[in-house]
């Protein structure tokens, strides 16, 4: 069947159907050639390589049974808006691979239903998945950009103003006064400290190489509590922490903290100081080949409604949330870049809990992944 519909296609310089069976065999574009109820004749080897489907598998079948359902119609709007000419037209078609994933095709298609030598429509997909993927990214990462730089430039402004404000007042009233204002100011300021370090976190986890050394959990958390614990009041939530480890982690230190330093204030920020008693708990596990941290909390809780898109970059779930909306976005992107994955689990009222898997870089070749994932 397929030397029929071959016959007679050759090409100027090329000395006989062998040679040109083959170069057509070799392609890296799928080329078939259906009749003109769209039933394939001929389909080339690329078939496999790229789809997973052996080319005896889709002779005699429609071209659409392999079509993603969503692009079926306007594929088949395109093909019957053809004319009677051998002018190939072009469109954009999805394909679904035998193993999962999506491919992405350009597709040209040739009719030559009325040559005596093919009788049928030409039909070459041109793979361009990576093309895609790759605008997705640039898209994604204008879209963040755009965003980061008016919520930058908002929330930048807002404390200094406050801070501005509350220093014209201080100087316009009593002295017992003063003390009040400078304790205003000092909350303004602080908050500004904490956004600029959001964005010190989000550029290094950016640009900075993945680090692989040993990391000392003791140091980070009893640190990063301290700090945190000072910086919210939050005397009144009791924390504990249980390190369960067979094995040293070997990670990035700087990003580990990142981790830590948003889940845990996270917990701290949206503690439910209605409750009598208020607890974060830290467990951390680590084997040879990976690290698992829980945070598990009893604060006000995540309505279901919102737990999509917490993870999204300066996301608030509510006018009144606290904190720059930067904070679980770095959470995620961070854990992405050292190949790892983060759950979360929530009931609004009574708590939410973040379980992170991060690999562990003890074992080298596990460190040469992470970098290739970046």
Same mark, same amino acid.
């Given at each position: 069947? *397929?030397?029929?519909?071959?016959?007679?296609?050759?090409?100027?310089?090329?000395?006989?159907?062998?040679?040109?069976?083959?170069?057509?065999?070799?392609?890296?574009?799928?080329?078939?050639? *259906?009749?003109?109820?769209?039933?394939?004749?001929?389909?080339? +080897?690329?078939? =496999?390589?790229?789809?997973?489907?052996?080319?005896?598998?889709?002779?005699?079948?429609?071209?659409? @049974?392999?079509?993603?359902?969503?692009?079926?119609?306007?594929?088949?709007?395109?093909?019957? =808006?053809?004319?009677?000419? /051998?002018?190939?037209?072009?469109?954009?078609?999805?394909?679904?691979?035998? /193993? +999962?994933?999506?491919?992405?095709?350009?597709?040209?298609?040739?009719?030559?239903?009325?040559?005596?030598?093919?009788?049928?429509?030409?039909?070459?997909?041109?793979?361009?998945?990576?093309? /895609?993927?790759?605008?997705?990214?640039?898209?994604?990462? !204008?879209?963040?950009?755009?965003?980061?730089?008016?919520?930058?430039?908002?929330?930048?402004?807002?404390?200094?103003?406050?801070?501005?404000?509350?220093?014209?007042?201080?100087?316009?009233?009593?002295?017992?006064?003063?003390?009040?204002?400078?304790?205003?100011?000092?909350?303004?300021?602080?908050?500004?400290?904490?956004?600029?370090?959001?964005?010190?976190?989000?550029?290094?986890?950016?640009?900075?190489?993945?680090?692989?050394?040993?990391?000392?959990?003791?140091?980070?958390?009893?640190? @990063?509590?301290?700090?945190?614990?000072?910086?919210?009041?939050?005397?009144?939530?009791?924390?504990?922490?249980?390190?369960?480890?067979?094995?040293?982690?070997?990670?990035?230190?700087?990003?580990?903290?990142?981790?830590?330093?948003?889940?845990?204030?996270? $917990?701290?920020?949206?503690?439910?100081?209605?409750?009598?008693?208020?607890?974060?708990?830290?467990?951390?596990?680590?084997?040879?080949?990976?690290?698992?941290?829980?945070?598990?909390? !009893?604060?006000?809780?995540?309505?279901?409604?919102?737990?999509?898109?917490?993870?999204?970059?300066?996301?608030?779930?509510?006018?009144?949330?606290?904190?720059?909306?930067?904070?679980?976005?770095?959470?995620?992107?961070?854990?992405?870049?050292?190949?790892?994955?983060?759950?979360?689990?929530?009931?609004?009222?009574?708590?939410?809990?973040?379980?992170?898997?991060?690999?562990?870089?003890?074992? *080298? @070749?596990?460190? $040469?992944?992470?970098?290739?994932?970046?």
């Amino acid at each position: 069947m *397929t030397i029929n519909y071959l016959e007679g296609l050759s090409l100027a310089g090329l000395e006989g159907e062998d040679m040109f069976h083959s170069i057509v065999e070799k392609s890296n574009d799928i080329i078939l050639i *259906t009749d003109d109820e769209y039933v394939i004749k001929y389909i080339n +080897g690329s078939v =496999r390589r790229k789809l997973g489907t052996r080319p005896e598998e889709a002779l005699g079948k429609s071209l659409f @049974e392999f079509i993603n359902p969503e692009k079926q119609n306007s594929l088949r709007d395109f093909v019957n =808006r053809r004319d009677n000419s /051998k002018e190939s037209k072009l469109t954009e078609i999805c394909l679904l691979a035998k /193993k +999962g994933g999506t491919l992405y095709f350009d597709v040209t298609i040739s009719n030559l239903l009325k040559n005596e030598e093919v009788g049928g429509l030409v039909i070459t997909l041109h793979d361009i998945t990576d093309r /895609k993927i790759a605008e997705e990214k640039l898209r994604k990462a !204008n879209n963040e950009l755009d965003q980061f730089i008016y919520k930058t430039s908002h929330d930048l402004r807002a404390p200094l103003l406050s801070a501005l404000g509350l220093v014209e007042l201080a100087r316009q009233d009593p002295e017992k006064e003063k003390h009040d204002y400078l304790g205003m100011i000092r909350k303004s300021l602080l908050k500004l400290d904490h956004f600029i370090e959001d964005i010190n976190s989000f550029y290094r986890n950016e640009k900075l190489a993945i680090r692989n050394e040993r990391i000392d959990f003791e140091e980070i958390i009893k640190e @990063e509590l301290d700090q945190l614990t000072n910086f919210y009041n939050a005397d009144h939530v009791a924390v504990t922490y249980n390190i369960n480890r067979i094995s040293d982690l070997y990670s990035d230190s700087v990003r580990v903290k990142t981790i830590l330093t948003n889940v845990i204030s996270n $917990a701290f920020k949206y503690s439910d100081k209605g409750k009598q008693e208020s607890y974060l708990k830290i467990n951390i596990q680590v084997t040879p080949d990976e690290c698992n941290i829980k945070v598990e909390d !009893n604060g006000i809780g995540i309505r279901q409604q919102y737990l999509n898109y917490i993870f999204d970059i300066f996301y608030r779930a509510d006018e009144n949330a606290k904190g720059s909306g930067l904070g679980l976005y770095i959470v995620k992107d961070t854990v992405d870049k050292l190949g790892g994955q983060i759950r979360v689990q929530s009931e609004y009222g009574k708590g939410t809990s973040f379980t992170i898997s991060i690999p562990n870089f003890l074992n *080298t @070749e596990v460190h $040469a992944r992470a970098f290739s994932l970046n």
